[in-house]
T-cell receptor
Framework: GQSLEQPSEVTAVEGAIVQINCTYQTSGFYGLSWYQQHDGGAPTFLSY????GLEETGRFSSFLSRSDSYGYLLLQELQMKDSASYFCAVIEGGGGNKLTFGTGTQLKVEL | DSGVTQTPKHLITATGQRVTLRCSPRSGDLSVYWYQQSLDQGLQFLIQ???????AKGNILERFSAQQFPDLHSELNLSSLELGDSALYFCASSPSGVDTQYFGPGTRLTVL
């Protein structure tokens, strides 16, 4: 089966940089995605990594190391509106098309 | 707005009942995914359809079933409802693979 681990909560101040880590165990890894979800809202796609390295999209970057089964989401210049839950999700390749989500990291941005 | 629509927004029903949740994917997206999100379980993948055919199954109970119609909208049927089925049910669609999914606003199901 698959398992993903990410911290349950992270707190940071406005304007700072925060890194949310995700480690995974899977038998058929294809890629790692990140989603943001505000309270009561729908998950919103942030980024996707299939290859090792850093992907940058504005203030958000995502990193993947396949050999270490590890990835992270980096949020820069934090804003109050970034307070939300962030989920990493493993994509199982081959014949499957399943997205398995981690339990989520609640990010709280303070003044 | 992701372009994915779900109805109803809220649903309150009793144990033992049956309900149907509806999802319309973004225009042009052939894949539809269903997820259940409860407080203690997080986001759980239930099932995927691609152009009318079942493509992948996750932790979907036998009491639950889904289908995708020729116009690509999808329905998730939940029967013999139990208190533990109370959750947010999300539908998502994608233009290509599973890597980028666009989620609908969800249906909040409450079973009393």
């Amino acid at each position: 089966g698959q398992s993903l681990e990410q911290p349950s909560e992270v707190t940071a101040v406005e304007g700072a940089i925060v890194q949310i880590n995700c480690t995974y165990q899977t038998s058929g890894f294809y890629g790692l995605s990140w989603y943001q979800q505000h309270d009561g809202g729908a998950p919103t796609f942030l980024s996707y990594n299939a290859l090792d390295g850093l992907e940058e999209t504005g203030r958000f970057s995502s990193f993947l190391s396949r050999s270490d089964s590890y990835g992270y989401l980096l949020l820069q210049e934090l804003q109050m509106k970034d307070s939300a839950s962030y989920f990493c999700a493993v994509i199982e390749g081959g014949g499957g098309n399943k997205l398995t989500f981690g339990t989520g990291t609640q990010l709280k941005v303070e003044l | 707005d992701s372009g994915v629509t779900q109805t109803p927004k809220h649903l309150i029903t009793a144990t033992g009942q049956r309900v149907t949740l509806r999802c319309s994917p973004r225009s042009g997206d052939l894949s539809v995914y269903w997820y259940q999100q409860s407080l203690d379980q997080g986001l759980q993948f239930l099932i995927q359809y691609y152009n009318g055919e079942e493509r992948a199954k996750g932790n979907i109970l036998e009491r639950f079933s889904a289908q995708q119609f020729p116009d690509l909208h999808s329905e998730l049927n939940l029967s013999s409802l139990e208190l533990g089925d109370s959750a947010l049910y999300f539908c998502a669609s994608s233009p290509s693979g599973v890597d980028t999914q666009y989620f609908g606003p969800g249906t909040r199901l409450t079973v009393l």
